[in-house]
Nanobody, 123 residues
Framework: QLQLVESGGGLVQPGGSLRLSCAASGFTLSVYTIGWFRQAPGKEREGVSCISNSGSSSNYADSVKGRFTISRDNTKNTVYLQMNNLKPEDTAIYYC????????????????WGQGTQVTVSS
């Protein structure tokens, strides 16, 4: 069974940074595209960023371009989301998910989801 576990969330002040991790167990992460998504209170879940299985391709939502960086270390079976210059509107639960094909942030292709990690940006 595919299992993804997110970590690294927390409370940070505006302008601060966090690095989220998405660790896989029970399967080899390197064959999957991994996406990061987030859901703020009262809002629909939205795509943040994704990375192809090899790491050669990535995609970002316009709202995070230039501030967030996705990367992966397949030797550690982990994908990261480095978040810099965080804003209050980045507050949400962040989820990672796995897909077999690289088709951007279309949530319909992602079949396995983690439980999420809370990110709160507040002074």
């Amino acid at each position: 069974q595919l299992q993804l576990v997110e970590s690294g969330g927390g409370l940070v002040q505006p302008g601060g940074s966090l690095r989220l991790s998405c660790a896989a167990s029970g399967f080899t992460l390197s064959v999957y595209t991994i996406g990061w998504f987030r859901q703020a209170p009262g809002k629909e879940r939205e795509g943040v960023s994704c990375i192809s299985n090899s790491g050669s391709s990535s995609n970002y939502a316009d709202s995070v371009k230039g501030r967030f960086t996705i990367s992966r270390d397949n030797t550690k079976n982990t994908v990261y989301l480095q978040m810099n210059n965080l804003k209050p509107e980045d507050t949400a639960i962040y989820y990672c998910a796995a897909a077999l094909l690289y088709r951007g942030l279309d949530q319909r292709q992602y079949r396995s989801w983690g439980q999420g990690t809370q990110v709160t940006v507040s002074s």
